[in-house]
């Protein structure tokens, strides 16, 4: 699950460092500071997951390179619910504003 890319300064994820260095690295970066150990352990395993992604696509040879943002402390689930207007499938709500459904009438 990858959210390293996003809009934000993104880095690419340097070979050679260990995802433990590389999160308090983002963590100064971006000037993280998380409310408990319990959501910086949560933070930090959805900053490895993406991290490791990041260095696994960089490592296949791509005319592009992956980078980590200020996202990159997201779990694709909780990015997918803040950032994409994707349905909330615990409550059924979709923080999209209509739906359209096509109704192949010619527009003026």
Do not use: I, W
């Amino acid at each position: 699950t990858m959210l390293g890319l996003g809009g934000c300064a993104a880095q690419a994820a340097p070979s050679g460092v260990d995802a433990a260095s590389a999160f308090d690295a983002f963590k100064r970066t971006f000037g993280r500071r998380y409310a408990s150990l319990v959501e910086e352990e949560a933070r930090r395993a959805a900053f490895e997951d993406n991290f490791f992604y990041v260095l696994a696509a960089n490592s296949q040879g791509h005319s592009y390179e992956l980078g980590l943002s200020s996202l990159a402390d997201m779990a694709l689930s909780e990015f997918q619910a803040t950032h994409t207007g994707s349905l909330d499938t615990a409550s059924g709500n979709s923080s999209t504003s209509g739906v359209h459904t096509p109704s192949n009438q010619t527009m003026p």
